[in-house]
Structures are given as C-alpha cells and as structure tokens.
Nanobody, 124 residues
Framework: VQLQASGGGLVQPGGSLRLSCAASGFALNDYDIAWFRQAPGKEREGVSYISSSGGRPLFADSVAGRFSASRDNAQNTVYLQMNSLEREDTAVYYC??????????????????WGQGTLVTVSS
C-alpha cells in the first residue's frame, strides 16, 4: 500500500503546477484523500480534501479559489491543480489517505497512508 506524490518544482509567482498522487496496492476511490503541505519551520497544514463518497472537494482558506482537486479512478490517481501560486505556497506537499471517513479533514493524524512528499518552490 503506497502513495507516490509527484509534480513539484520551481515556479514563478503567478504560475501553475499540477501535483499527482498515484496509489498502488489499493483503490483510491475507497479512501478519503487529503493534500497537506509543510513549509520550513511550520506545522503540517491541510490544503485540500476529497471524500471517498464524492462531493465537492474542500480547501483551506489560504488556497480556496486558486487550487482545485480531482480524482481519476481509472488511473488510481488524485490531482491538485495549483494556480496563481504565491511565495507563501512554497512547501513540501504530501498526499494522504484514510480508509475510514474523516470528519476534521485537516488533522494529519487521521490519515494512515502518506506519500513521500514533493517540493514546490515559488520564487522569481
């Protein structure tokens, strides 16, 4: 059971990136999926959440309107589309999965499976 996050890189302010989180060993559509990020010296922060039951993804206030999230069940992959990136978005981004329904989606301890993280650097 593994998650593999990818798609990070260096981007200028105002630019875009799409992160991918591919699952192996289990079906992602049976899991609640969240994206977290952690900047140097800061706590891990919830960015986005997609429920296994469908419905609209949820986002942290800091990224709402700029980020979107989606699933591709055929590819067993979830995506985080990040637009209008700001320097404050610089962080290591992680995807995480929970087999049981989570209520407080932004709490890292509720997720049992984590990807390895992908670094996003927003800089000119």
């Amino acid at each position: 059971v593994q998650l593999q996050a990818s798609g990070g890189g260096l981007v200028q302010p105002g630019g875009s990136l799409r992160l991918s989180c591919a699952a192996s060993g289990f079906a992602l559509n049976d899991y609640d999926i969240a994206w977290f990020r952690q900047a140097p010296g800061k706590e891990r922060e919830g960015v986005s959440y997609i429920s296994s039951s469908g419905g609209r993804p949820l986002f942290a206030d800091s990224v709402a309107g700029r980020f979107s999230a989606s699933r591709d069940n055929a590819q067993n992959t979830v995506y985080l589309q990040m637009n209008s990136l700001e320097r404050e978005d610089t962080a290591v981004y992680y995807c995480a999965a929970s087999r049981t329904r989570v209520v407080l989606w932004y709490r890292p301890r509720l997720y049992t499976t984590w990807g390895q993280g992908t670094l996003v650097t927003v800089s000119s």
